[in-house]
Structure formats: structure tokens, C-alpha cells
């Protein structure tokens, strides 16, 4: 569903002005300061150093800094649902066990912290986001989704005040529109009739599709007779063959980027800081950016901004430039992921956009959409192929989003020719994996590669799949973890934030009820899983997916101390009420993030 298709934005980083800033060496890192971090100084956005700078004490102590006690303490890992404490040094977990056992640790120094009855588990990951991206958008563009507007009429009126209060000329840019359930397509002629005066902009939600007037395709230079662009670009056309204002996929999107205005090193700074304390204040404590558009000096500056972070940062880069991880090669990726020092980042894989969106029908299927049509690749089987070769070549593991189930067919059969079953290099994942069928999950195990789902695709739009696109049956498997559990694969679910919000307890609470939204039906209850499997798909399994399962994603002694606490337990709560359960506090490293 996701796609970083305003890269565009990005690539302005490096000529944004780093002469501004004078280039620096510190004594805790020895990179240039970065275009983010410098926008981040600039913007007095600081946070806490977390999880850098500790001191070199031995893997096995005395004592511990803190012991967490007195509330339900789930490790995610061994036998028991619960532990009674859990004790930390340094920044890593030195004790978990019975309450008796872990207050052996405890010294004068200690701190004891008394969970009174709060749930602790080990820190919530999102292993696909849009960082960057989510930070920008949400600066630049006029919010225009569900629910802030419910209606198509309400977003009608949204644009037209926008306009009313612009200077004539002037481009508007909104964001957030979801055509499944605000109303269906967007119209050139219903934008032009609410903006004749200004370009205007529609991004969907799907970030796949946005909706432009004829006085944006004008100030864009986009001609009548525009054909497809190649990785997927496309401008729709009407029954007579006119443009009707529906761009889809990066390669046309940006070309209708011209009117934004001038990225500031204040405005990336702030934005990116802000999204990343958001996700903290939401229990996550790592995420994963799903596909970075980098340059080197954006990379310098996610090196340093998470030295700062309120959680750590782990990105996948999109194939374009995949050649700009080649400095961080050392630092490891795929299944050698480390962090780079004296900073929360790590590097985990190559990310490749296979198809569109199932909302907007871009997604490639094997059998038609109700309304007819079956979407189509962004690339040829061949083409597909060599991309994948060359990742591979590179020594990475592949991150590929595919919507569709014909998507999904060419992209296991890319990944058996190339890499095999279970590759050295790490877990080879497939993005969203929404339609999948029952062979295709078989053949996920047999090669090792594991699925993320946007869980949110069954709260927001089940019984849209349901009755407008697919029909019961097929829309029963959309994002089928119930056969995962039984074929045990491991798999995970994101946000895909800005495409859906930010906080993965939704997530759960959508892969155990499976209950949509819009019309409080259940779509296939066959593939609802339990609240552990649920959990696991937000912590263990995630960091296995971002190469660090050694480091985080349980409560086990020698990993990494990132934590989050709940004010109730996901297990006792209805199940309809677990995305309601308060996030107390966030962790990492041993040092609290949030709360």
C-alpha cells in the first residue's frame, strides 16, 4: 500500500544548503554534521542521548540500575506468559525472572521501580514506516483524510476554504484522501470546480494515487498526450482518451511536486524530530523507514539525528539508491545488522515497489476486481528479476511490496531464481502481501520469506473489499496471518504511517477480532490469531525482520533494554478494547523515552 513517492522532496536535501552549517567532527561520532541534524540544531529540537556513550561494564554484573517489579511483565520469549521482574545494567537486560530471583541484583544504587499493576513488555516495534516522508507530508500538506473528514462533501468544502484564502497561482497541496471511504475517485472537473484559480494537489492515503485540476497539469507541463513513464508512472485518461486527473506511481506523482515550497533545514528538522517523539509517545521504540530515497548527506544526517532519537531508527533503501549504503557497509545490514555507533541507526535492506494499490485497483491480481480490470506490475517479471539479482549482487536481503496476488507470484518466483530458500543474507520480506492465496504461503515457507501486513487494510476497509473489490471469498484471506500461524511462518504488522496513523496496538487489536470499522462486520474470522501471536508480530518477530532479533523484540538477559509500559494487559482487556489500552511509558536503551 505504502510508497515514498514524494522522493522528489528528498533528493532536494543535498542541495539545500549544507554550506550553512559548518562541518563538524565530535567526539562521539566522526561523521559530518548532516543536513537533518543540523536542521534539528538549528530548530532547538533536542532529546536525550539514548542508548550511546554507556560504559564498558562486563555482561555480567552485581547489580543492576533498575528492577522493574509489581505489574504483569511479559518477556515474549520462553515458556511462561509472565515474569515477576526484570532487572537492567547499562542498558541492557541482566535479570528476568520470579521477583525473588532478580532482587538478588538489586544494590543500593538500584533503582526499584513499582509497575503498580502496569503491563511491561518488550518495546513495541513498527517495522514499516515512512519516517521522512510522514514528517514532511504532515508539514506541508493540508490533512484532508478519515475521520478528520467523513464525508466527500466535507472534504469539498475543505479544499474550496483553502482556496478562498490563497493567493491566486498559488499551488495547494492536500494529503489524506481515501477514496473507499470518502466517496470514490476524485474528478478533474470537480477539482476544477473548486479551484479554478490554483494548481491543487489531492494526495490519496494509499500514497499510490493523487487527484490533480487542469491548472496543475498546466503549471506542471504535462502534455496531452503523455504515455506511461517508465517504473510505473501513469496519467489516467477518460473513456474519449482526455486526461482525468488521476496520476499514479512515483515517476508521474513527482512531476507534480514543482509547487512546493523550499525545504528548510528548520522545517526537516522539527518535522522529523516530532514524528519520531509521536512514535515514542505511542509505545514504539524502533522504527523501520520502508524504503529511503537517500542521498549520502541525508544518510549523514539520519546517522546523527538518531544519536538523539527517542527510538531508534532502521531503514531499508529504495533500489534506485541502493549504491549510497555502500559507506555503511561496515556497520552490517540484512541478517549482520548492527547499529552504527554512537547512534540508533541501523541498515537492514533494498526496497522494491512491485505494484499499486488494491483501493485504487493499481494492485496486480490474477483474477479481475469486481468492477472489472486486474491492475497492473510496476515492472516486468524480467525486469523484476535482474532488480532483484543486483540486490542480491550487492549483498543485501530484499524488501518487496507487493499488493496483489500476481505481484506476489512474480516476486517469489524473482526470489527462488535468485537467492534461494533461507538466504545467508538475512529474511527476504514481501510488503503488505495483502491478497495472498494458499499456495503462495507455502511457498513463503519454503523459501524462507516472511510477510508484513498492514493490518489496518481489515479496520479500515474490510467490507469495502469485501463488497466493492474482491467479493467474501477473497477478501476473507487479505492479510492472512491465520495461515502464517499455522504454517509457521513469522510475520509482522506495520502502520505504514502516513497511510494509516501512527501506534501498532490497533494492530493487534485488527489481527485478533478481525473486526472492520466502517460496518463493525468481522471479515475471515479463519484468520484471526491470538493476542501472543498478535504481540509477537510487534516485537519479536519485527526485530527479526529488521535484523536485530539478537538485540530486541523480547525480554531476554544481554539484549537491549527498550521496553514499554501499558496501563493495562493486552490479555485481560476485551478484545475489542486492546487499541484503547494507554500507553505509561517508553524505553530504550535503559534510559525513558517517554512518558
Not at 189 to 209: K, R, S
Request: with cysteine.
Amino acid at each position: 500500500m505504502c510508497r515514498s513517492c514524494v522522493s522528489e522532496l528528498f533528493a532536494d536535501l543535498s542541495r539545500v544548503g549544507l554550506s550553512r552549517f559548518e562541518l563538524s567532527r565530535t567526539a562521539d561520532s566522526g561523521t559530518r554534521r548532516g543536513f537533518l541534524i543540523a536542521a534539528a540544531a538549528t530548530a532547538g529540537a533536542g532529546a536525550a542521548s539514548l542508548g550511546v556513550g554507556r560504559s564498558a561494564r562486563a555482561q555480567t554484573v552485581a547489580a543492576a540500575d533498575l528492577i522493574f517489579r509489581g505489574g504483569a511483565i511479559v518477556p515474549m520469549a520462553g515458556a511462561d506468559r509472565y515474569a515477576g521482574a526484570v532487572a537492567i545494567a547499562d542498558g541492557r537486560i541482566v535479570g528476568v525472572g520470579s521477583e525473588q530471583e532478580v532482587m538478588n541484583l538489586k544494590a543500593a544504587s538500584t533503582r526499584v521501580i513499582d509497575l503498580a499493576g502496569r503491563t511491561l513488555l518488550p518495546g513495541l516495534i513498527d517495522p514499516h514506516q515512512h519516517t521522512g516522508v510522514g514528517a514532511v507530508i504532515t508539514s506541508l500538506f493540508d490533512d484532508v483524510g478519515y475521520p478528520r473528514y467523513r464525508t466527500r462533501q466535507a472534504v469539498f468544502e475543505a479544499v474550496r476554504a483553502k482556496a478562498a484564502a490563497a493567493p491566486k497561482g498559488d499551488w495547494l497541496y492536500f494529503f489524506g484522501f481515501d477514496n473507499l471511504l470518502q466517496g470514490g475517485e476524485l474528478t478533474i472537473g470537480e477539482l476544477d470546480g473548486l479551484a479554478p484559480d490554483h494548481p491543487v494537489m489531492i494526495y490519496y492515503n494509499n500514497m499510490h494515487t493523487a487527484a490533480v485540476n487542469s491548472a496543475a497539469l498546466k503549471a506542471a507541463k504535462i502534455p496531452d498526450d503523455v504515455g506511461p513513464l517508465p517504473g510505473g508512472g501513469r496519467f489516467r485518461r477518460d473513456a474519449s482518451g482526455k486526461l482525468n486527473g488521476l496520476v499514479d506511481e512515483e515517476p508521474a506523482l513527482r512531476r507534480m511536486l514543482v509547487g512546493l515550497p523550499k525545504l528548510t533545514p528548520q522545517l526537516i528538522g522539527k518535522a522529523t524530530f516530532d514524528w519520531l517523539k509521536r512514535n515514542a509517545a505511542a509505545g514504539i521504540t524502533a522504527v523501520h523507514e520502508a524504503g529511503v530515497p537517500a542521498t549520502g548527506e541525508l544518510l549523514q544526517g539520519y546517522e546523527r539525528i538518531a544519536a538523539q532519537s527517542p527510538c531508534r531508527i532502521s531503514i531499508s533503501l529504495m533500489f534506485p539508491t541502493m549504491a549510497t549504503g555502500e559507506p555503511y557497509r561496515q556497520f552490517g545490514r540484512g541478517a549482520q545488522a548492527t547499529q552504527v555507533p554512537n547512534s540508533l541507526l541501523s541498515f537492514y535492506a533494498i526496497k522494491i515497489i512491485g505494484d499499486g494499490s488494491n483501493q485504487t485497483k493499481t494492485a496486480a491480481q490474477t483474477i479481475p476486481y469486481l468492477s472489472g480490470g486486474k491492475g497492473e506490475l510496476n515492472q516486468e517479471p524480467a525486469e523484476l528479476k535482474r532488480m532483484v539479482a543486483e540486490v542480491k549482487a550487492a549483498g543485501w536481503p530484499v524488501s518487496i511490496h507487493a499488493n496483489g496476488d500476481a505481484t506476489i507470484d512474480a516476486v517469489l518466483d524473482a526470489i527462488e531464481a535468485v537467492y534461494g530458500a533461507h538466504p545467508a543474507t538475512g529474511i527476504n520480506r514481501i510488503e503488505h502481501c495483502t491478497i495472498a492465496r494458499a499456495d503462495q504461503i507455502a511457498r513463503m515457507k519454503a523459501l524462507g520469506v516472511q510477510p508484513s501486513f498492514l493490518m489496518n487494510h481489515v479496520h479500515l476497509y474490510g467490507a469495502a473489499y469485501r463488497d466493492v473489490l474482491f467479493g467474501p471469498e477473497r477478501a476473507n484471506r487479505m492479510d492472512a496471518a491465520g495461515d502464517c500461524v499455522k504454517a509457521g511462518i513469522p510475520f509482522t504488522f506495520h502502520t505504514d504511517s502516513p497511510v494509516t496513523r501512527i501506534g501498532v496496538l490497533q494492530l493487534v487489536q485488527t489481527a485478533v477480532t478481525r473486526r472492520c470499522l466502517v460496518d463493525n462486520s468481522v471479515v475471515g474470522a479463519e484468520q484471526a490469531v491470538s493476542v501472543t501471536d498478535a504481540l509477537k508480530a510487534v516485537t519479536i518477530h519485527a526485530a527479526g525482520q529488521i535484523g536485530l532479533q539478537d538485540r530486541l523484540g523480547s525480554l531476554e538477559r544481554g539484549k537491549e533494554a527498550d521496553l514499554t509500559i501499558l496501563e493495562s494487559d493486552p490479555y485481560k482487556v476485551e478484545p475489542d478494547k486492546i487499541a484503547e489500552i494507554k500507553v505509561s511509558e517508553t524505553w530504550v536503551a535503559g534510559k525513558k523515552a517517554s512518558g
